[in-house]
């Protein structure tokens, strides 16, 4: 069975960081570009982070552009996002996501896989 399973969320303060990873089972996502999508209370969800199956070609929604970062692990078949200076509006449930190309990611296409998503909270 495949599996993408978050972990790493959490109520913190504004300006904190966190960092967020994303474990997959069941096959090798190796190929697979691999993303992080989030979804806010009352809002569609949305594009934050890909990055393409060798890591050399990262996209970022401009809302996170210098704050966060997407690395990847094939060795451990593990995406991470690492998140710093952290603001009230980041507060979302963020899903992981396995899928055909980075650019399409960026595009919310191409998605195979997703998450079951974790909770981030960010206190003012």
């Known amino acids: 069975q495949v599996q993408l399973v978050e972990s790493g969320g959490g109520l913190v303060q504004a300006g904190d960081s966190l960092a967020l990873s994303c474990a997959a089972s069941g096959r090798t996502f190796s190929s697979y570009a691999r993303g992080w999508f989030r979804q806010a209370p009352g809002k569609e969800r949305e594009f934050v982070a890909a990055?393409?199956?060798?890591?050399?070609?990262?996209f970022y929604a401009d809302s996170v552009k210098g704050r966060l970062t997407i690395s990847r692990d094939n060795s451990k078949n593990t995406v991470y996002l690492q998140m710093n200076s952290l603001k009230a509006e980041d507060t979302a449930v963020y899903y992981c996501?396995?899928?055909?190309?980075?650019?399409?990611?960026?595009?919310?296409?191409?998605?195979?896989?997703w998450g079951q998503g974790i909770q981030v909270t960010v206190s003012t």
């Open positions: 990055i393409s199956w060798r890591g050399d070609t990262t």
């Open positions: 996501a396995a899928g055909t190309g980075s650019g399409n990611l960026a595009r919310s296409r191409g998605i195979v896989y």
